[in-house]
């Protein structure tokens, strides 16, 4: 574990944030934004999800799959004992079986194919570690003293994904693999307690990879509107500042998605965590720093009663249409997120960037007004990979309504300036919400070099002189594309039973462009 700079101190006893809270973390230091607070290179405890098994380096977190989707030109190794966790190199797995996988190589083999749950894993982990004595008694300490709400589980429903019905279970399983002597009591608290504290572990572009959990992160309070956030980068963990924190000041994260209302923060803190929370945000009844918007009951009914498949999507993003409600407002724009990904998975970039480049204009920057915030950032690198994808010889289909380009007298020769634009952006944004030090640095930076090789001189300068003309093109095309809705053959043939027109508007009819201009 590293204290970056020592600028870090715990509170003993009460959070300065809430009276709800438990010890908080205080800088010790004026920090400006977008500088590490701690950096943690070997987490306490960590799992991989199961598909994330076949994938991903057990000991290092080296995913096979690139920030861009792209093959790694590497291969992972079995383990030879278990045949269930992977490697990219000896030393990694040299590195992982004096941590842990000693302890569990045998249980995990008398189980395969059969991969135990990631929690019954995590907290097998713990006690493995701890029958060992390879936990380090400051961590212990720390680790052993955060909440674990046992009492609060005990009162949850059986319908609840976490039930104390389903934690005894997992207690059971623990105690029978790991054939400790620990009392099933002891267990069951200790489930609670990682149940709580866990994060979720990701690449540095926010898929998900598994959990990890660690006794200073753990002691981060949390807040709807914080003033730090975690990103990962392999296996280590960073705290970077979203703004100036002056000294003396607590440091926060987020434990959910902050951007939806406050009724939906409260309730969903409640049911997760057992608290109520008392931020600023959440006494003002704001979002964001923001007024906070809830959909009227009939949409909220309608939504959630949607399929869960692209036709269910597309069906909310229409409904949310037909009421007018606000773009940025959620679940709106958790539905347009969710379309985003599902029409990049079909390959049907088109309609993907129409809908990231109105996220990117109207969304984004409403939910996150920190330009280098994680989230942003990475969605940023999104939308810049689409703009690529249409610029490469493969996919030269259109870009969206071509009236609305020829109406701003947009030239396709504009793209490359576009293009060049997005990536010093996100380059600006990454330096600050994940650091010059992490791999994704170091393949943008590979990437720029290549582009710079291909570019005609002045490229770039070009392209930072046109930015602001351009945007302002960009921005009133996208702000036409707000409330269009892609309708799949499914919504059609409803419609038609329902006796209603579904036919996209003219404006949205797709037009082949210009080649594009080499």
């Known amino acids: 574990m590293v204290i970056v700079k020592g600028v870090c101190r715990v509170i003993p006893g009460e959070s300065t944030i809430s009276s709800e809270a438990g010890t908080g973390i205080l800088v010790n230091q004026d920090i400006a934004p977008g500088e590490p607070i701690l950096q943690i290179h070997e987490p306490f405890l960590r799992v991989l999800d199961s598909p994330r098994l076949m994938d991903t380096c057990e000991n290092c977190i080296y995913n096979l799959t690139n920030e ?231 949409l909220e009914n309608l939504l959630q009663s949607l399929p869960d498949n692209q036709t269910g999507l597309e069906m909310g993003l229409k409904a949310c249409v037909t009421a007018n409600y606000p773009p940025h407002a959620q679940p709106y724009a958790a539905l347009r997120d969710r379309y985003i990904l599902t029409l990049i998975g079909e390959k049907n970039f088109k309609r993907a960037f129409q809908h990231a480049l109105v996220r990117y204009f109207f969304i984004d920057s409403v939910h996150y007004p920190t330009t280098f915030h994680p989230v942003r950032v990475v969605r940023l690198m999104t939308l810049h990979r689409l703009i690529g994808v249409f610029m490469s010889n493969d996919h030269r289909g259109g870009w969206g309504p071509d009236t609305d380009w020829k109406k701003e007298g947009w030239d396709y020769r504009n793209w490359p300036s576009v293009f060049i634009s997005f990536m010093m952006e996100y380059k600006e944004g990454l330096r600050k919400s994940h650091g010059e030090e992490t791999g994704i640095w170091d393949n943008l930076q590979a990437f720029e070099k290549r582009i710079s090789r291909e570019m005609p001189e002045g490229g770039f300068t070009k392209a930072e002189q046109r930015k602001a003309e351009l945007w302002a093109k960009l921005r009133r095309i996208a702000e036409k594309w707000k409330d269009v809705v892609c309708y799949s053959p499914e919504i059609e043939e409803q419609a038609k039973k329902e006796g209603r027109a579904a036919s996209l508007p003219e404006s949205e009819v797709v037009m082949e462009p210009p080649k594009r201009q080499v």
């Open 68 to 298: 861009f989707g792209e093959r790694r030109a590497i291969d992972l190794s079995k383990c030879g004992g278990c045949g269930v966790v992977r490697y990219c190199s000896e030393k990694c797995q040299k590195t992982s079986w004096k941590h842990h996988h000693k302890y569990e190589c045998k249980i995990f083999k008398s189980l395969h194919p059969r991969v135990l749950p990631n929690t019954v894993r995590l907290t097998m982990q713990f006690f493995l570690r701890l029958k060992a004595r390879l936990i380090e008694k400051s961590d212990l300490q720390i680790f052993l003293g955060l909440e674990d709400h046992l009492e609060h589980f005990q009162k949850l429903p059986s319908s609840a994904p976490n039930s104390f019905e389903n934690i005894q279970l997992m207690a059971q399983a623990v105690k029978e693999y790991s054939k400790g002597s620990e009392p099933l009591v002891a267990i069951q608290k200790m489930l609670c307690l990682i149940i709580v504290n866990t994060l979720t572990l990701t690449t540095p572009v926010l898929d998900t990879l598994g959990l990890v959990i660690d006794p200073l992160l753990s002691l981060i309070n949390h807040s709807c509107n914080p003033n730090t956030a975690i990103t990962f980068n392999g296996s280590t963990s960073s705290v970077r500042s979203l703004r100036a924190i002056p000294s003396g000041t607590e440091i926060t994260v987020s434990y959910i998605d902050n951007t939806f209302s406050r009724k939906t923060r409260i309730l969903e803190l409640q049911s997760r965590y057992f608290f109520n929370c008392t931020c600023q945000d959440c006494k003002n009844g704001t979002t964001v720093g923001k007024a906070s918007i809830s959909p009227p009951q009939d």
